[in-house]
């Protein structure tokens, strides 16, 4: 799944591609998981022209010029791909189709990606707005493993498995850890490998793979590594199960309990 990283790239990459260009036709082959009528979202948006594409959390909001706003989350398997003309794409989801030759399909082959027109604020911040006394707040009050705490997108917005395990190496701290037992110093620490762990990856991603609009570029990635036993530290990687999601650590982080 795509994390805040990611969707930072294709949102700038979108924006490069389609900002300012009138919207013609949507067409929606699945609309399971659409939240209004194809009806609905065609006279919302046909006509209507892309202000510009920006991350959400774990979305890509597209906003349009007459304030409506076609919400989209890729889930597991989603991914966003470009035509010329005639949508081939299997597996799509929903094709947008702007003035000029140029579109743009949102594919998912398990039919998971879901589109949403005009979807409601949520009220937790995202990942790299988080403040100190916000996130102490929201730790102190259970008891739950601090990585499940991070990937709480109620708490807070953007974070995934892979990212959680980045950020909680990078800052030395198990993510088995009891979250009310962390004390303040080590909360400092966290709320600095938040941001530094996503935005240096965003500039990762960007100079490897400046054009991209879908996928997931993990290479660069420092303990998240299946293939990997060792980290560049020369310590050991485990793996564990948390919450159903594969953990990757270190002994160097350390366990408050």
Do not use: C
């Amino acid at each position: 799944m795509p994390e805040l990283p990611d969707l930072q790239v294709f949102a700038r990459n979108l924006n490069k591609l389609f900002k300012g260009k009138t919207l013609e036709k949507v067409e929606v082959p699945h609309s399971k998981k659409l939240n209004v009528s194809i009806e609905q979202l065609k006279d919302a948006l046909e006509g209507a022209k892309l202000h510009d594409v920006r991350r959400v959390g774990k979305e890509l909001h597209f906003a349009f010029n007459n304030k409506h706003v076609l919400g989209q989350h890729l889930m597991l398997h989603g991914e966003f791909r470009l035509f010329d003309g005639e949508n081939k794409h299997k597996s799509t989801i929903i094709e947008l189709h702007f003035k000029g030759e140029q579109g743009l399909a949102i594919t998912d082959f398990q039919g998971a990606a879901t589109p949403t027109l005009d979807p409601e604020e949520k009220d937790a911040p995202d990942a790299l707005d988080v403040e100190k006394e916000y996130l102490m707040g929201k730790l102190a009050k259970t008891k739950k493993p601090v990585k499940t705490v991070l990937m709480d997108q109620k708490v807070l917005r953007g974070i995934g498995n892979a990212y959680a395990d980045e950020i909680l190496w990078d800052a030395k701290i198990s993510p088995f850890s009891i979250s009310n037992k962390l004390p303040e110093e080590v909360v400092s620490k966290l709320i600095k490998s938040i941001k530094e762990v996503l935005e240096d990856a965003e500039k990762q991603i960007i100079k490897s793979n400046p054009d991209l609009i879908s996928g997931e570029v993990r290479d660069f990635l420092k303990v998240h590594l299946p293939r990997q036993k060792q980290t560049a530290t020369g310590a050991t990687i485990y793996q564990k199960e948390l919450n159903a999601r594969k953990t990757y650590y270190t002994d160097e982080q350390e366990l408050f309990e």
